[in-house]
């Protein structure tokens, strides 16, 4: 089942390519949709599921390993639902395409998030960046936009796999994720330093964001709507998985600077983000400083904050993959994302205001909406743990957050209505069923966030500070006599 979860987008997309060009449009959106919903379904139910396959031994032992963690099961769920409304949100321009793209972007990120070997998660990390690169060079607005989200990322992946083929090589297997266990030696900081980069490029990070706002604004709604709501998450997931679990002291040795680029990002992002007319890099940069605030979390070695941190990945996953598919209906619909062209929307659209409040309170962090947990459970974390500046210098963004969301809903639907827009076209039964589950789920996690909150940290980050309970068995370069893998220890996949 978890087999079939992560190849049927991709083996459905590959048919969308080769459907004759004559097919409806409206035919490959409704296969697109069909997969799509069985793919949330499969994710459901291999929830548990485990599955490996050995595929090389020379010069290291990998092998073809998926399964679940108790992170990555949560934001698998955000991705098969933010798939299903991008693809219900595709329009009439070219869509067979842009659809079959989805699916294949869909695909590569599930191999990011199930995969338990460190060599197969780094092919999907690149792997994933390609059906981005392809629609950005196809409906981007500008071709450069295109190759600085290439450039960046493929840096981003090169450093990833270099750092993979060296820990594979000198520890002789990469099949490893899930374990508890430590990586030592002389290789082991270059390692780390290989990793991190990877992982601030694809959160992105202060000063290695300038890729996204162009990206995220240039892009079609559905295919930022994923990029934003999910792919984003890789390196916060990566942080997570793969540095606190087996990098553990070098996580701690840089936090301070780790902690310092997400309080830099976390202010920047919101104070642009209030000063932006354009209305999708408004979300953009509120995206930079939301994830910057997830980073402090992860940073803090604190419990609670590592727990509120995977409650706020899941609900940002969900308003920002609401906000940019909504901000796509109104572009669509008036021809432009200009906040200061357009007003009064509201009068004539009540269910898609509506929709776009419950998605903007859900982004300033109403309390009884997923990001408002997120948000008091990371503070309290943050506090707890010692970073007391931390957590007084995010409540001026967090106030910032309600006013640019304010901004945004209220130039979008509220005052004055602007002559000349045509203002008659409420959501349609389909636009409402793309974002009705994303918001669905942002009232549910806001009123029973036990569902995310209640699960042990300690299975996945034994080794980090608070959150270790028992020493993790450390992994030594093997000596000559000991043989390549007669110096690895491994624990067994945490369930």
């Known amino acids: ?86 693809i219900l ?31 197969v998660f780094a092919l999907g990390w690149d792997l994933m960046l390609l059906p981005v690169f392809f629609c950005l060079i196809r409906w981007g607005e500008h071709a450069h936009t295109a190759w600085r989200y290439f450039i960046y990322n493929f840096a981003g992946g090169l450093t990833l796999l270099f750092a993979t083929a060296a820990f594979g090589v000198i520890h002789g297997s990469t099949d490893i994720i899930g374990s508890s266990a430590h990586i030592v030696g002389s290789w082991a900081p270059w390692i780390f330093a290989g990793f991190a980069f990877a992982f601030l490029v694809k959160t992105p990070v202060w000063p290695l964001h300038t890729w996204m706002p162009p990206t995220y604004s240039g892009s079609p709604p559905p295919m930022v709507a994923v990029v934003s709501s999910v792919q984003s998450k890789a390196g916060l997931y990566g942080f997570i998985a793969i540095g606190a679990a087996f990098l553990p002291d070098y996580m701690k040795q840089y936090a301070g600077v780790f902690v310092v680029l997400g309080a830099i990002s976390l202010v920047y992002g919101a104070v642009i983000a209030l000063t932006q007319n354009d209305v999708k890099r408004i979300v953009a940069y509120s995206s930079l400083s939301h994830l910057g605030l997830i980073l402090i979390a992860i940073f803090s070695f604190n419990a609670l904050a590592l727990q509120g941190a995977i409650v706020y990945i899941v609900a940002h996953g969900l308003f920002s993959a609401a906000l940019f598919l909504l901000l796509g209906y109104i572009e669509q619909r008036e021809g432009t994302r200009s906040l200061s062209q357009l007003g009064g929307l509201g009068y004539a659209n009540p269910r898609l205001a509506g929709a776009l409040c419950i998605a903007a309170l859900a982004a300033l962090g109403l309390p009884g909406l997923g990001g408002f947990v997120g948000e008091i459970v990371i503070l309290t974390g943050v506090y707890q743990s010692g970073l007391i500046w931390a957590a007084v210098l995010a409540l001026i963004p967090i106030v910032i957050a309600a006013a640019y969301m304010l901004r945004l809903f209220q130039g979008i639907m509220n005052g004055p209505e602007v002559k000349g827009l045509p203002q008659h076209h409420d959501l349609t039964w389909i636009e409402g069923l793309a974002v009705a589950p994303l918001l669905a789920a942002l009232v549910l996690i806001g009123v029973q966030p036990k569902m995310l909150l209640n699960f042990d940290t300690r299975s996945f980050a034994t080794t980090v500070s608070q959150l270790s309970v028992t020493p993790a068995p450390r992994l030594r370069p093997p000596s000559a006599s000991s043989g390549r893998r007669g110096g690895m220890r491994r624990e067994v996949v945490f369930k």
């Open 1 to 86: 089942m978890l087999l079939t979860l992560i190849l049927l987008p991709a083996l459905v997309a590959v048919l969308l390519f080769f459907m004759p060009k004559n097919t409806s449009g409206s035919i490959g959106k409704a296969v697109g949709a069909i997969v799509a919903a069985i793919t949330f379904v499969l994710a459901i139910a291999a929830r548990n599921d485990e599955i490996r396959i050995h595929w090389l031994s020379r010069p290291f032992d990998a092998a073809f390993h998926f399964a679940a963690t108790p992170i990555s099961f949560w934001i698998v769920i955000v991705l098969t639902l933010a798939t299903f409304g991008a």
């Open 89 to 119: 949100a595709t329009d009439e321009r070219d869509r067979r395409s842009l659809i079959a793209l989805l699916l294949l972007l869909e695909s590569s990120m599930l191999v990011v998030f199930l995969a338990r070997d460190l060599l």
